[in-house]
């Protein structure tokens, strides 16, 4: 059964989200501080992690970052800020999408299902590519650099499996933006700049290449 933590210091939050989960099929873990919420994810290894910014003992960007540090777990943020500043942060804490609230049913759902649907299901059916020490296997999910394994969120494996499907040529952002949020209809560019942001981190760390930003028309890598 697919387990979501839902995290809220706010008890009436949690259980409304409970609720509006309710009758999915889903196994509702709870925690209502920061540092219960990292006990819950340790313990209990969520499917999806649906987090509010503001928790005390431990905030909630934190606990983002050390859960994102730890595993590819899809997180959720829930958010009473606004702006592109704040969806910008969010993101490059590690969250892989954000709700403001207040919010119903019908958003809620389907921001779950899709974070759900992406980790859950290789973005394409092709073989594995390489560029130089990366190689990325499509269906296995797996990106290695000599033959170590990176440590990649679902959309940021699905935007290096586009890149490394062309190597060489350009991407066009609105085809980065479609391949890892296919569900959205007005993906924000913004979101794309932070993942991608965070996979050029993990990837000069590990001595991969690198995407090159074509300015005024997209990605490129190798």
């Not at 560029?131 to 999910?141: F, K, M, R, S």
Request: proline letters at 6%.
């Amino acid at each position: 059964m697919t387990a979501i933590l839902i995290v809220d210091d706010d008890r009436a939050m949690v259980g409304m989200v409970a609720a509006l989960l309710g009758g999915e099929g889903y196994d509702l873990i709870t925690a209502y501080d920061g540092e219960g919420a990292l006990r819950r994810h340790a313990d209990e290894s969520p499917d999806l992690v649906i987090l509010d910014r503001r928790l005390p003992r431990l905030s909630g960007d934190e606990v983002c970052r050390r859960i994102r540090e730890a595993s590819d777990t899809p997180i959720l943020m829930l958010t009473g800020e606004r702006g592109t500043d704040q969806r910008a942060k969010l993101l490059d804490l590690g969250a892989d999408d954000y709700l403001e609230k207040p919010f119903g049913r019908t958003e809620l759902l389907a921001r779950v299902r899709a974070l759900l649907r992406r980790a859950a299901t290789p973005r394409r059916s092709a073989a594995a590519g390489r560029i130089g020490p990366l190689e990325v296997d499509v269906a296995a999910h797996r990106a290695t650099v000599r033959g170590t394994v990176l440590a990649l969120t679902p959309i940021e494996f699905s935007l290096l499996a586009v890149l490394a499907g062309r190597p060489g040529e350009v991407v066009a952002r609105r085809a980065l933006l479609r391949a890892a949020w296919p569900d959205e209809r007005e993906p924000d560019p913004e979101w794309l700049k932070a993942h991608l942001a965070r996979l050029r981190t993990k990837l000069e760390g590990a001595g991969a290449p690198l995407p090159q930003n074509v300015r005024g028309v997209g990605y490129r890598l190798g």
